[in-house]
């Protein structure tokens, strides 16, 4: 059994790796700019290069074949736009490598409701979105029978220390749920 980490629109950054290696399994990588590290001035310079250059369908897409490709079973933790690529995959037919997967606050998920995931799904969503209500999402989400929701008092970004919504305290909590969530599912 692997992780693989399915990044958001910073990429691969030092952060993520340091994360990767604080969870218990071997953790792989997977990024929108292909394990090339690039720096941005800021989230809207991350946002604009990935909606430029990537795109959520195609980082969907190329995700979707990368774990057919993988030999080892998965468990995929995905964050932000890689929340939602995951999400979009959910509902493959035979990804039978995929053990479960932890999506953080997804805000895309909001187009793709109408998904039915194959594999147990952890969603983890951010006390509040700027430009959405949570809540009918939510509501919604849980009805699904392979999907768990939950709302943490943080904010989107979290987990991310390239983010300015990033919190130190819920960066702690949320790595011990994680490892506990990924290890108590392969028992």
């Known amino acids: 059994m692997r992780n693989l980490i399915v990044s958001d629109i910073f990429g691969r950054t030092h952060a993520l790796e340091t994360l990767a290696s604080m969870l218990t399994m071997p953790t792989d990588f997977y990024d929108p700019y292909s394990a090339e590290q690039l720096e941005f001035a800021?989230?809207?310079?991350?946002?604009?290069?990935?909606?430029?250059?990537?795109?959520?369908?195609?980082?969907?897409?190329?995700?979707?074949e990368q774990i057919k490709s993988s030999r080892s079973p998965l468990n995929l933790i995905g964050f932000s736009v890689g929340a939602s690529a995951i999400w979009q995959i959910s509902d493959t037919n035979n990804l039978i490598n995929v053990n479960r997967a932890c999506c953080y606050y997804s805000s895309q998920i909001r187009h793709y409701l109408h998904v039915e995931p194959h594999f147990p799904v952890t969603l983890v969503f951010p006390a509040s979105e700027n430009h959405f209500s949570l809540t009918p999402i939510m509501d919604s989400l849980a009805n699904k029978q392979t999907v768990s929701v939950r709302q943490v008092p943080y904010l989107h970004g979290f987990m991310n220390p390239h983010s300015v919504n990033y919190n130190q305290q819920g960066y702690n909590d949320e790595m011990l749920a994680l490892d506990n969530v990924l290890l108590n599912s392969i028992e």
């Open 42 to 64: 800021d989230e809207q310079a991350a946002y604009s290069y990935f909606q430029q250059h990537v795109t959520l369908k195609n980082y969907s897409a190329n995700l979707l």
